[in-house]
């Protein structure tokens, strides 16, 4: 069966992706939408609206449809009146996509999808590695957010009856990053190593985290989307967290370690003290128990998501971007 797909923020890291693995299915339609205008909730309302009915009159009844919310600007430091506006402006979404839904009366042939993020609802979590049954304990205002939005999805659910995934993605990292948002340590490692300036590293070295490359990202976002459009055919609607991560975790160490051997010297970096190192978990290892089929795949290794990673970064600098 055909699936219909709008990948709401289809220009940032994981959207780019997502949208390429999309076009490479067959059996995927990814539709042709517009950016949201975010800076104005009354046309925001307005176009998610519209986007909406298009991909449900696409999808019609011979065919499913998923939104997938790959959006979002909040990180770690992001000040709490932007955090609250970001997840207001996901209810208006969700609003435009029930309203869709019920009065298509297609809700139960549809499903969505939202990027939750692994390291900030498990940064205070005891006992690592987290899978989805352990408990989540944020330690910062995005930590928080990000919960506060998987339970606006689920009560979505709820309401309207559409399948809902709750994504919690460790480190993503790979081509395509933009290098201005305060996030992406590898990234920054790769530019580091094609300017004067180091890059800074306030954690410490012993920090382990997950890093899961981009396009192994996207691709297991569209299974896990059609997992659940195949589990709600048979079963009616699903709502479910999954943790999409590589299970394979390193310290900074070691990655300046891998930065080292592919730059054949030593890394640029600084090491430094900055109070958002509070809001940091010391260990986060991530692994899944749910459909954890979907996970068995051949993986991009880690040293060579990195040199991909700098060659994106170097051609970029190249080309006075």
């Known amino acids: 069966m055909t699936t219909y797909a709008w990948v709401i923020g289809a220009r940032g890291l994981l959207g780019g992706a997502t949208t390429a693995a999309i076009d490479r299915r067959p059996d995927w339609v990814l539709l042709n939408a517009e950016p949201l205008p975010w800076l104005d909730d009354d046309a925001l309302a307005a176009a998610a609206a519209a986007h909406a009915g298009r991909l449900m009159d696409h999808a019609g009844g011979a065919a499913t449809w998923a939104v997938v919310w790959l959006a979002g600007n909040a990180v770690t430091s992001t000040p709490p009146p932007a955090i609250a506006r970001e997840l207001h402006q996901l209810g208006l979404v969700l609003d435009a996509v029930g309203a869709a839904a019920t009065v298509r009366g297609c809700g139960a042939t ?117 997992r659940l459009l195949t589990v709600t055919a048979r ?63 051949q993986l991009t290794s880690l040293p060579a998501g990195i040199k991909a990673t700098m060659d994106d970064v170097l051609a970029h600098i190249q080309s006075g971007g």
């Open 110 to 226: 549809g499903a969505v999808f939202y990027s939750s993020s692994a390291g900030g609802v498990y940064g205070g979590s005891a006992r690592p590695p987290f899978n989805e049954q352990s408990t989540p304990v944020p330690i910062s205002n995005y930590g928080s957010f990000k919960l506060d939005a998987e339970a606006s999805l689920f009560e979505f659910s709820r309401v309207t009856g559409v399948s809902v995934l709750a994504g919690r993605i460790a480190n993503l990292y790979g081509p395509g990053q933009k290098l201005g948002k305060m996030q992406g340590l590898i990234s920054h490692l790769a530019k580091a190593q094609f300017s004067p300036k180091p890059a800074s590293i306030f954690v410490p070295l012993e920090t382990m985290r997950d890093y899961i490359f981009v396009r192994d990202c996207a691709e297991l976002v569209i299974d896990c989307l059609g």
């Open 235 to 297: 079963e009616g609607r699903t709502a479910i967290v999954k943790n999409l991560a590589s299970g394979q975790a390193v310290t900074i160490s070691n990655l300046l370690g891998h930065i080292r051997s592919l730059a054949k010297g030593r890394p640029n970096v600084m090491l430094g003290y900055s109070a958002e190192a509070s809001m940091q978990g010391l260990d986060l290892r991530i692994t899944s128990t749910v459909w954890p089929d979907l996970d068995r795949r």
